[in-house]
């Protein structure tokens, strides 16, 4: 019998370790994979793209705003894995009559850290998270070296479009733009504000706009549109997984975040 708390602060009792998973955010999906549950995991969303052979041999359950309900009943889990802001309240609320369900809540780089040593405890893969997070220290600490030659630039980091929609403050991705010395443009907002470009060159000089590729799949054009709005702004396609997925996922996004720096 353990105990153990999840990122909402909400306490959990467990006889044993969790056999069978139902896991609704896709980053998520991926460090319980790293971490050698890949036999445990019995339900995931169709965005839990990676690893890639889990959607031939993983059940789908619909996405992470919107899930089925009865099919997650039928695989029986004893625990699902959510998330503050991947999936609402609602959704937790309900999958909360099934079984237990673990919400974490992942905003800076050390939420992150305690993510994957809460992983490690409540599946009993203590081992394999201290070492992933040992990974992802000296990762940290390399590219902390690396940015430091590294101006700062100001930006504008963009996940939408039809409204068009940004990155504000209490955010991961902000957390990683501040990381990249990005100076967020749109700080002083909280989340993801939609805002009007005809109002940005109004509001000051911007070096770069960061378009995303996820959740929606910008292109070079969105980016030439964009640009119109600003002074003299340089319009970049960046990889949103990198920004965006938090877990074992933050190692790759080091190397990429340099590949990054040094062709813009």
């Known amino acids: 019998m353990k105990q153990l708390t999840d990122q909402l602060g909400i306490a959990h009792t467990f006889e044993s370790s969790p056999k069978r998973i139902v896991s609704l955010v896709p980053?998520?999906?991926?460090?319980?994979?790293?971490?050698?549950?890949?036999?445990?995991i019995v339900g995931i969303t169709k965005f839990c793209v990676h690893p890639y052979h889990f959607k031939s041999t993983k059940k789908i359950v619909g996405g992470t705003k919107k899930v089925h309900y009865d099919k997650i009943r039928l695989l029986e889990p004893d625990i699902i894995i959510c998330n503050k802001e991947e999936n609402t309240q609602e959704i937790v609320g309900e999958l909360r009559k099934i079984c237990t369900v673990w919400v974490t809540n992942?905003?800076?780089?050390?939420?992150?850290?305690?993510?994957?040593?809460?992983?490690?405890?409540?599946?009993d893969k203590r081992?394999?998270?201290?070492?992933w997070n040992e990974k992802l220290a000296f990762a940290l600490s390399d590219f902390k070296k690396f940015i430091n030659d590294i101006p700062v630039r100001k930006v504008a980091y963009f996940i939408w479009k039809d409204p068009y929609m940004v990155v504000g403050s209490g955010t991961f991705i902000d957390e990683l733009l501040k990381l990249n010395h990005f100076q967020n443009h749109f700080a002083s907002k909280e989340r993801y504000p939609e805002i009007e470009l005809e109002k940005m060159e109004t509001e000051g000089d911007l070096d770069l706009i960061l378009l995303s590729s996820e959740p929606f799949p910008f292109k070079a054009a969105?980016?030439?549109?964009?640009?119109?709005?600003?002074?003299?702004?340089?319009?970049?396609?960046?990889?949103?997984?990198?920004?965006?997925?938090?877990g074992s996922r933050l190692l790759k996004a080091f190397d990429y975040f340099k590949y990054l720096h040094k062709s813009i």
């Open 27 to 40: 980053s998520q999906t991926e460090l319980l994979y790293d971490l050698g549950l890949e036999d445990r």
């Open 106 to 123: 992942v905003v800076t780089i050390e939420d992150n850290f305690q993510m994957i040593t809460d992983f490690g405890q409540l599946f």
């Open 127 to 131: 081992t394999e998270a201290r070492k």
């Open 222 to 246: 969105d980016g030439y549109e964009i640009a119109k709005s600003t002074h003299n702004a340089q319009a970049v396609l960046v990889d949103g997984e990198m920004f965006s997925w938090y």
